[in-house]
Structures are given as C-alpha cells and as structure tokens.
C-alpha cells in the first residue's frame, strides 16, 4: 500500500470545523482512502472511505482532491469527544494484504 | 454487546510465562486479525485469517507468537515464554470481508510482562 503524510498534531477548539490534511502523492488508481480515529483506552474506529468523489456520513466527511494525491477529513462540529489520534490509509480493495497499515496519524486536541 | 469481544481486558505476568488473549469477532465476520500497539507507538499488524484459507502470519515478530481460530470465530493469540518487549496492547479485529470492508476493533487486551 503507498504511503501517507500527516501532521503529527492538530489543536481545535470546540463546535468549530476541524480539517485534517492527508497527502498521498503515490496513490494508485485502485486504492482507496479509509480514515479511522483511536480515542484514548480504545481500539481504532473506521470513520469513512472513498475513492474519487467527496464522501458524507454522519461522523465526518471527506474531500478527495481532483488529482487524488491529497483528501481532508472534515470534522463539522468538533466535541470533546472527538479528541482522538485520526489515521489516514490507503487500501487497495481486492489486494492480497488484508491488514491495515498504520502510520503516525494526527493527534487532534480539542479545547473546551 | 455486537461489537469485537476481547479477554482479558488486562494481563499482568511474569517474564517467561506463557499467556493466551482471546478475541471473539462479530457474528459473520469472515476475516479476523490481530495488531498489537507498544506504548506511544502506532498499531503493528501480526497475523490475519480469512474464512477457510491459510492464515497470514507474516507480521508475528517471532516463533513464540502463535494464533489460531477454531470454527471460524474466535480466535487464541498464544504468546510463550514471554519477555517484557511482549508489553503492549494487543487488539483484535474483524471484517465482513478481505479487502476493502471496514475492520471493527475490539478495545483491547492490554498486557503487562514483569
């Protein structure tokens, strides 16, 4: 799976907007973008995925970039809740590598 | 709970012991992996089984890590002899299927070697 680039640390404060960065200059045509967050004592939670089109659900939303080398996660309204390590993964649907690869992620604060 | 069921939530033991975590996925889930997470560091993917097929064990760190998982559902990770570089949270997951599906986390097993 290719590689993905995130900002160590991200600092909002609450019920603001929250965009978090993800670059993935060698994406490939088949991979997709999965987001997942890590809340404190938790395991990860899958927050969204895409391919081309900007995706909505009720956690978030995602905006993929035209070229697909970079997307950004959207937070609408941030909550204390949402304090959270947010991964940025590409998939390749079909592949032989089932797991998923984890890098760093952005550890985003949110201040009251 | 529908949810990932891990067990214990916590393990305390001593160097050179042998310890079992157990990982009950969500009913029908076909794929089942494990990771473990050492502390402040980012999850460590060690072996995954899908349905019937030979498990991938190409991320166990050594041979006294084993796993396996009897009917297609729950599944043991075997640690022996452990040593304290074994410390960490161990998390397991499932999906409906190999790809592309979302994988659902269970909260853990955090383990302690003395």
């Known amino acids: 799976d290719a590689k993905t680039t995130q900002p160590n640390s991200m600092e909002s404060n609450e019920e603001e907007p929250v965009h978090l960065p993800c670059n993935h200059s060698?994406?490939?045509?088949?991979?997709?973008i999965h987001w997942y967050r890590q809340l404190p004592s938790q395991g990860p939670e899958y927050v969204i995925h895409?391919?081309?089109s900007n995706v909505n659900n009720r956690m978030a939303s995602l905006a993929i970039a035209e070229d697909r080398k970079s997307s950004t996660l959207i937070l609408h309204r941030a909550t204390l809740r949402d304090a959270a390590v947010y991964y940025c993964?590409?998939?390749?649907?079909?592949?032989?590598?089932?797991?998923?690869?984890f890098g760093k992620g952005t550890k985003l604060s949110v201040k009251p | 709970g529908a949810g990932v069921s891990q067990s214990p939530s916590n393990k305390v033991t001593e160097k050179g012991k042998d310890v079992e975590l157990r990982c009950d996925p969500i009913?029908?889930?076909?794929?089942l992996y494990w990771y473990r997470q050492s502390l402040g560091q980012g999850l460590e993917f060690l072996i995954y089984?899908?349905?019937?097929?030979?498990?991938?064990k190409s991320g166990l760190p050594s041979d006294r890590f084993s796993a396996e998982r009897t009917g297609g559902s729950v599944s043991t990770l075997t640690i022996q002899r452990t040593q304290q570089e074994d410390s960490a949270v161990y998390l397991c997951?499932?999906?409906?299927?190999?790809?592309?599906?979302?994988?659902?986390f269970g909260d853990g097993t955090r383990l302690s070697i003395l």
């Open positions: 993964i590409l998939r390749r649907d079909g592949g032989s590598q089932g797991n998923l690869i």
């Open positions: 895409g391919l081309t």
């Open positions: 009913s029908g889930h076909t794929a």
């Open positions: 089984f899908q349905g019937n097929s030979a498990p991938d």
């Open positions: 060698t994406i490939s045509g088949t991979d997709y």
């Open positions: 997951a499932s999906s409906l299927a190999r790809g592309g599906g979302p994988q659902h």
